[in-house]
């Protein structure tokens, strides 16, 4: 079971599609979440379209995939504040050398960012969602969630998938890489201006580099698909292209936050 | 539906448990000492390119 097929997993895009209420949906980015065992590291509550730079957030969604079995409270699971996703994007404070505070010194996020907790004191109690492996949870860009340490014997893994439509914009300066899941539209292009080929044809033709940067789409690059039967320099090529696509990508991240 | 009302849903059942089993296999080999690994190319399987990267080395 590779990671491919899990991104286009049926059940999984029919309820990503379901949850964002689109037919046309783009996998932004994705990675492996782990928790090494009996570790105190945690994620500190925050929302995931802080540092991003996708709008509108509210079009985005992580997909979750337990990998681990099991992951509960004890493994470290992620536990959402219900409604939060409501308040639209809340500020964040950075604390990149987790330095600021001491509560904070095991937070494995990026930035070391953290929701104030005056903030924090107005939303809802957090919801543990345990999962057993092979079960996902769905949250949007927005929603605020958290997840703690792992005190099992065992690391705790999963993988983040980050989807969202074809409405979505690139808010940052460096065009960024997504992938073509399910429909007919490119982001922020419209049906008329691409109705030659299918979206199929397309992201195969994306393997060949020249192409892909003559589609001069607004915000995203398409991910190249390699061919059924690729060669090495097939794979040569998708391995470059993966790592222009994460110098951007981190590029944008750790770009200025918003709140500096 | 829970999700716009929530913010999340969950849980939902996704892949078999052997399934997420022969996935976390293939991670396993990935980890890194930093503990989480992003990537973009989702046919090009960061074990294909380890192999690749051993193949071409």
């Not at chain 1, 570790?39 to 995939?65: E, K």
């Not at chain 1, 929603?143 to 989807?163: D, E, I, K, Q």
């Not at chain 1, 190249?224 to 320099?233: F, G, K, M, Q, S």
Request: proline residues 6%; negative net charge.
């Amino acid at each position: 079971m590779y990671f491919d097929q899990i991104a286009h997993h049926p059940k999984l895009i029919a309820a990503v599609k379901h949850a964002l209420d689109s037919e046309d949906i783009w996998l932004w980015s994705s990675d492996i979440n782990t928790k090494k065992e009996q570790s105190t590291n945690f994620f500190s509550p925050h929302q995931d379209a802080t540092y991003a730079g996708l709008s509108p957030a509210a079009q985005c969604v992580t997909a979750w995939v337990a990998l681990s079995d099991p992951v509960g409270e004890n493994e470290g699971c992620l536990s959402f504040y219900p409604g939060s996703h409501q308040l639209g994007q809340l500020p964040h404070c950075v604390d990149k050398n987790n330095n600021n505070n001491n509560n904070n010194k095991n937070n494995m996020l990026s930035l070391g960012q953290y929701i104030d907790a005056t903030i924090m004191q107005t939303l809802k109690s957090p919801i543990s969602i345990p999962l057993r492996a092979g079960q996902a949870t769905l949250h949007s860009f927005d929603c605020v969630h958290a997840s703690g340490p792992n005190n099992s014997t065992f690391p705790r893994v999963g993988l983040a998938l980050r989807y969202m439509t074809c409405y979505v914009k690139q808010t940052k300066p460096n065009k960024e890489m997504a992938t073509w899941i399910c429909g007919s539209r490119y982001p922020d292009i419209s049906e008329k201006d691409n109705n030659d080929t299918t979206m199929q044809e397309r992201a195969m033709n994306a393997q060949n580099e020249e192409l892909q940067c003559s589609e001069q789409l607004c915000y995203f690059d398409v991910e190249p698909r390699l061919p059924l039967h690729p060669n090495e320099a097939d794979f040569e090529r998708g391995r470059r292209a993966q790592k222009g696509a994460m110098e951007r990508e981190d590029l944008n991240y750790f770009a200025t936050p918003p709140d500096e | 539906m829970a999700f716009q009302r929530d913010g999340f849903a969950g849980p939902i059942d996704i892949i078999s448990g052997s399934e997420a089993e022969l996935a976390l296999e293939e991670v396993q080999k990935e980890l890194s000492e930093k503990e989480a690994n992003r990537f973009k190319l989702h046919l090009v399987l960061p074990c294909i390119l380890t192999k690749l990267h051993i193949i071409l080395n």
